[in-house]
C-alpha cells in the first residue's frame, strides 16, 4: 500500500513539474535575437538553423521572408506547414524548437554588467550571479525590470526571486548606506 502511495505521489509530483514547465515554454513568444531550429523530416534542404533578425524575420527556402517574431513554437511551425502543403509537398511533417533564447541584460551595480545567455528558471539573483556578484554599493532593494514585451517600457520594483524572460533590462541601483 506504501509503495502504491508513493508511486501516485512521484506521479503527481512529476506532472505537475512537466506541466507548468510545458506550458510555460507553450506560452513563449519568439523574437529578434532567438535562434531557431527547423526541421522538415525528410527534407534536408529545408531543415535550417537561423537567428531571428531584428526585424523579427528569417529567410527561408521556398517561402522567402518569414514573420516570426510575436508567435509562439506551434504558431510558427504552423505557418511553415501551411506554407509547405500543396505544391510542394504533400503532407511536411515539420518541427521547431528553440536552440539559444535571446539574450537577457543586466546593469548598474553588478561586477561586470551586459547581455548573457538565458536560461529557463533563471531568477534575478542567478542573473546577478552570473554577473559577477553584486558590487559593495550595490541596493538589494532597489531592482528594477523592464519587460521586453511591455509595450510601454514600464520599469517596476522587484526582488531576487523575481523570474525573468529574454531579452528583459534588469538594474540594480545604488544603496545609499
Known sequence: ???LFKLMLCTAIYSVVFSSHAS???DYRLGAGD??????????DLSIETMLDDSGKIDYPFLGQIQA???TLEEFQQQIYKGLKGDYLVSPNVSVSILEYRPFFIDGEVKTPGGYPFQPGLTINKAVALAGGY???ASRSKIFLVRSNDPEQRSINVDGSTLL???DIVTIKQSYF
Open 69 to 71: 517574431s510575436g508567435q
Open 35 to 44: 535562434t531557431i531550429k527547423i526541421t522538415v523530416f525528410g527534407q534536408k
Open 24 to 26: 510555460s515554454e507553450d
Open 1 to 3: 500500500m506504501f509503495k
Open 165 to 167: 524572460q529574454p531579452g
Open 135 to 137: 558590487t559593495e554599493r
